[in-house]
């Protein structure tokens, strides 16, 4: 698996959120995953964070 050190500089980042009971979850399709948040709004904020803008 490569390390997201290796990515290119111009891979684009696209991050979704994802509801598991109670909890909602942040991911990316470089792989990375936010913790789970019982605020919708707090995994937005995770996802928004780990894309830079």
Same mark, same amino acid.
Do not use: I, K, V
């Given at each position: 698996?490569?390390?997201?050190?290796?990515?290119?500089?111009?891979?684009?980042?696209?991050? =979704?959120?994802?509801?598991? $009971? %109670?909890?909602?979850? @942040? #991911?990316? =399709?470089?792989?990375?995953? $936010? %913790?789970?948040?019982? @605020? #919708?709004?707090?995994?937005?904020?995770?996802?928004?964070?780990?894309?830079?803008?």
């Amino acid at each position: 698996m490569p390390h997201q050190d290796d990515e290119q500089p111009s891979a684009r980042h696209l991050t =979704t959120t994802t509801e598991q $009971g %109670p909890f909602c979850t @942040a #991911r990316c =399709t470089c792989g990375w995953r $936010g %913790p789970a948040r019982r @605020a #919708r709004s707090q995994a937005r904020t995770d996802a928004q964070n780990h894309t830079g803008g």
